[in-house]
């Protein structure tokens, strides 16, 4: 099968998007015996809202694991296709990490995959999404704000280190990010997104 090919961009993209729709967040917190995450906080299946939870274990699980997805469907297409499958099937993960098809495409806002999409591709374009996340995560503690700052940092980065095809696939799932932040976005212009940690 050519590596360049529609059907073959078609499969990178399929098998991505069904290793991004797992839903990590919510099997965890119901085989915790805590119910539908989705009742509680924002309401999605991420990190982030797990953490609202109380239990930090599962919050840091289900962001390992919703990276690890990612960072499969690079990896796995890579080594089948070659790079630019493998970056298809990074964007097909981000689709189905937020828009999953057994949820009625309800699903989380994409930063944990993004980062592991990052890792497989390029990991000093991961690296410099957790500088920049940590850097203002550790200033203002708020985890949207750490999440779109890093976002909006990856394409620009990955422009200035040559990573041309990953920085326009980078621009697009990062534009993606920003419109599913929206509300976050609201809360942010008027003082109200809760700090990381606060339970809802």
């Known amino acids: 099968m050519d590596p360049s090919s529609l059907p073959t961009l078609l499969l990178a ?9 797992i839903p990590f967040g919510l099997l965890l917190t ?13 309401g999605n299946i991420g990190a982030t809202n797990v953490l609202r939870t109380g239990r930090k274990g599962l919050a840091a699980a289900t962001l390992l694991l919703d990276a690890a997805k990612g960072a499969a469907a690079v ?3 890579h080594a089948a296709f070659g790079p630019t499958a493998a970056t298809v099937a990074g964007f097909g993960a981000l689709l189905g990490h937020i828009f999953p098809v057994w949820l009625k495409f309800k699903g989380g806002k994409g930063v ?12 000093q374009l991961a690296a410099v999404f957790a500088i920049v996340w940590l850097a203002v995560a ?7 704000l750490s999440a779109l700052v890093a976002t909006v940092a990856v394409p620009v ?7 041309e095809q990953i920085a326009v ?3 697009l799932m990062g534009a993606i990010i920003l419109i599913k932040h929206r509300a976050n976005i609201r809360r942010l212009l008027a003082g109200e997104e809760p700090k990381i940690g606060a339970k809802a």
């Open 13 to 21: 993209f399929g098998v991505g998007y069904a290793l991004g729709s």
């Open 30 to 42: 119901r085989l915790a015996g805590l119910g539908d995450v989705r009742q509680i906080g924002s």
């Open 75 to 77: 990896l796995i297409m």
């Open 112 to 123: 944990a995959t993004f980062l592991g999409v990052l890792v497989a591709l390029a990991w």
């Open 138 to 144: 550790a200033t203002t503690r708020i985890s949207s």
């Open 157 to 163: 980065a990955a422009f200035l280190m040559g990573y």
């Open 169 to 171: 696939a980078a621009a």
